[in-house]
T-cell receptor, first 110, second 112 residues
């Protein structure tokens, strides 16, 4: 039972490049989330999904897009990366109770 | 808009010195308040869920309580291994159904 798996774990991008972060969960959870974590700012919600085929904006959605085509996967896309998107990204999933987190993706945009 | 504010931002304790962390929240239709622990370089790890005012949960040296406006995480006789960032999160209802909003966290350091 892998829980929540994020791919990749580390990535360095050049400004203007695009990429997709993949989050996969094997717990059949309905809800999935993408957060970014910067020093001193806790976890800030980027986008979330309350079920397959649905997405909603969080606190800091600008510059990111998401898709939830399959229940077990939640993709986070950066169309044109900017240095301000340098951060650690966490994915989480849950049903009615607590959320389970992946180990994070450390993204650096140079 | 849902808001979660944690205080203090950082807390330094001596081993055995008990204290409390605070989580104040504003949310439409609370459907759960969660406490997490996060160690450096790792994802948050679940500690407690509280659903209604007056509820309390305990685990080892930690005890979480909930009122209508805030939650406290009490740490009794802490040890150095309790050093971590403690995060609070609220699950909203209404138009924010399913949304999970975190506070900025409290960095706890326990000195031997």
């Amino acid at each position: 039972n892998a829980g929540v798996t994020q791919t990749p774990k580390f990535r360095v991008l050049k400004t203007g490049q695009s990429m997709t972060l993949l989050c996969a969960q094997d717990m059949n959870h309905e809800y999935m989330y993408w957060y970014r974590q910067d020093p001193g700012m806790g976890l800030r919600l980027i986008h979330y999904s309350v079920g397959e085929g649905t997405t909603a904006k969080g606190e800091v959605p600008d510059g990111y897009n998401v898709s939830r085509l399959k229940k077990q996967n939640f993709l986070l896309g950066l169309e044109s990366a900017a240095p301000s998107q340098t951060s650690v990204y966490f994915c989480a999933s849950r049903d009615r109770g607590e959320a389970f987190f992946g180990q994070g993706t450390r993204l650096t945009v140079v | 808009e849902d808001q979660v504010t944690q205080s203090p931002e950082a807390l330094r304790l001596q081993e055995g010195e008990s204290s409390s962390l605070n989580c104040s929240y504003t949310v439409s239709g609370l459907r759960g308040l969660f406490w997490y622990r996060q160690d450096p370089g790792k994802g948050p790890e679940f500690l407690f869920t509280l659903y209604s005012a007056g509820e309390e949960k305990e685990k080892e040296r930690l005890k979480a309580t909930l009122t209508k406006k805030e939650s406290f995480l009490h740490i009794t006789a802490p040890k150095p291994e309790d050093s971590a960032t403690y995060l609070c999160a609220v699950n909203a209802g209404g138009t924010s159904y399913g949304k999970l909003t975190f506070g900025q966290g409290t960095i706890l350091t326990v000195h031997p």
